[in-house]
């Protein structure tokens, strides 16, 4: 066993490692939905990592299920994102990971980001590249806010097939054939590259990204972009481990989910070093305090 936690530590990100040095009070999580010896083991800094946690939040959590198969999976954020009222598929432990305050920055993502969308890129002949956009959910509720312009056209840009083909399922459903398509592909490689679009949309992506990997990924997405194109992308910060620490240990304890939270200057410099000019930077929060970087950046002429 003590194999099997160690290369799980191996594989930690330093900000997941240094949340494994906190010591976090699960008392007050209802024991119905984790008993006390889980509470206890998730809660010392010396157990971060443990598969006995591990068996127990993938057996108890669709959300931990999916995430220890596919830490990028957009599959776990179709659970979250509905969760408004009660969704089905949110009980026990997913109502406790879901109801938390980061599941609710999730939900605040998805609305704010989709009415900025909605205001400024979702327009009459304008193009945009969703770079890694899963099962489409910024598309469909940036489209519900606004119905599409005419000559208006969003892409979805996907590696997981299974993402989009729910995605195109929901095509068919609100007939939006004309204007949201799908394509399986790798962002970061030449071959997805077919089309030059007006903006780029890149969302939940970074949010595993260390530094190098981030400007790299925020340099390639200019290959998508016509000259002086534009992108929206939110990154998770630093806040989010800080003030919601027992939903993360929870979700980092599922063998080696790598979250790479970063601090405000660190996002602004990833962008600068991408080669992004950076116009605004927001949050899913009205007070400006929340646990996303969500940032406007045009790309210099
Ligand atoms: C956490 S999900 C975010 C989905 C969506 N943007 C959202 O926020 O609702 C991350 C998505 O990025 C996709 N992805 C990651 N790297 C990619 C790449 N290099 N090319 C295409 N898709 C990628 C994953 O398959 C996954 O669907």
Not at 26 to 39: K, N, R
Not at 52 to 76: C, E, F, G, Q
Not at 255 to 260: A, D, M, P, S, V
Request: hydrophobic share 40%.
């Amino acid at each position: 066993m003590q194999q099997k936690v160690n290369s799980i530590k191996k594989s930690m990100s330093e900000q997941v490692l240094a949340l494994a040095q906190q010591v976090v009070d699960f008392s007050g999580v209802d024991v119905e939905i984790l008993p006390p010896e889980i509470s206890q083991l998730a809660s010392r800094p010396e157990t971060f990592g443990d598969p006995r946690v591990l068996a127990y939040t993938t057996a108890k959590s669709t959300i931990a299920h999916i995430l220890h198969r596919n830490p990028a999976s957009d599959a776990m954020l179709r659970i979250v994102y509905p969760d408004t009222n009660g969704h089905p598929l949110t009980a026990g432990l997913d109502r406790f990971l879901s109801r938390s305050l980061s599941g609710q920055a999730l939900r605040d993502r998805l609305t704010v980001c989709s009415a900025w969308l909605a205001e400024h890129f979702v327009k009459e002949n304008k193009t945009i590249i969703d770079l890694g956009g899963g099962s489409g959910s910024y598309a469909f509720e940036s489209l519900a806010t606004k119905s599409p312009p005419s000559g208006f056209r969003w892409r979805v840009l996907d590696l997981d097939g299974e993402s989009l083909q729910f995605c195109n399922d929901l095509i068919a459903v609100y007939d939006f054939q004309n204007v949201i398509e799908t394509r399986q592909d790798n962002f970061m490689s030449t071959t997805s590259v077919d089309e030059k679009f007006d903006y780029a949309v890149l969302i939940g992506v970074l949010c595993g990204m260390d530094y190098n990997m981030a400007v790299s990924c925020l340099s390639r997405a200019k290959a998508h972009l016509k000259p002086g194109g534009e992108i929206y992308a939110a990154t998770l910060l630093q806040r989010a481990f800080d003030e919601d620490p027992r939903t993360f240990r929870l979700l980092c304890n599922i063998g080696g989910w790598q979250l790479r939270p970063k601090h405000l200057p660190k996002v602004q410099q990833i962008f600068q070093d991408a080669g992004w000019e950076i116009t605004s930077i927001m949050s899913e929060r009205e007070n400006g305090h929340g646990q996303y970087a969500i940032v406007h950046a045009v790309m210099p002429t």
